[in-house]
């Protein structure tokens, strides 16, 4: 993982959202970015993905994201999955229903702002549901070279109760 100090850049939060937008958090000023996401209690027992919002904000949904993720459960064997042409970076996390207690993410994002570069992702997140636990790690790539702005957090199916999104630069 980059070393390096981390300078808060902004936060969003939301309450019973299906998906959150975090607008405007990329810039000249970085190559590398890390994203904790926190507080996160969802509705549903699935995944949550990630899209990008391009230099006028909108979410990117077009067939340009690859992904690799491990899914590590304290309650079965491992889950692995590899996507190429999606629609977003998927399996950014695996947790519970509102019920269960949620999630918690640390993804670090590779030259957003560079508009002759890919974007890459790469993260970890732990979560927890009435199965028991569960951790995994993500590899991603944004496929189309353009400048990326912000980003844009849903879930698979079902929604957040509650989630917070914090955007550092890293120097």
């Not at 996401?37 to 949550?48: A, F, G, L, R, W």
């Not at 030259?111 to 991603?140: C, D, R, W």
């Not at 079902?158 to 999104?165: A, E, L, P, R």
Request: proline share 1%.
């Amino acid at each position: 993982m980059p070393v390096g100090n981390l300078e808060f850049i902004k936060s969003a939060s939301g309450t019973s959202v299906a998906s959150l937008d975090v607008t405007n958090c990329f810039n000249a000023d970085y190559d590398v970015y890390y994203i904790s996401i926190t507080k996160t209690d969802v509705t549903s027992n699935t995944y949550s993905y990630l899209r990008f919002l391009d230099s006028v904000g909108s979410v990117i949904s077009a067939s340009e994201y690859d992904v690799a993720a491990l899914g590590l459960l304290s309650y079965g064997s491992f889950l692995e999955n590899r996507n190429t042409l999606q629609t977003s970076i998927r399996y950014i996390d695996l947790s519970g229903t509102s019920t269960e207690q949620g999630i918690g993410n640390s993804l670090y994002i590779f030259n957003p702002f560079n508009s002759s570069s890919y974007t890459f992702i790469t993260g970890q997140y732990s979560g927890h549901n009435s199965l028991g636990t569960a951790g995994g790690k993500v590899i991603g790539v944004h496929k189309s070279a353009e400048q990326i702005t912000g980003i844009n957090y849903l879930r698979a199916a079902g929604s957040f109760d509650s989630v917070t999104i914090n955007v550092y630069g890293v120097k």
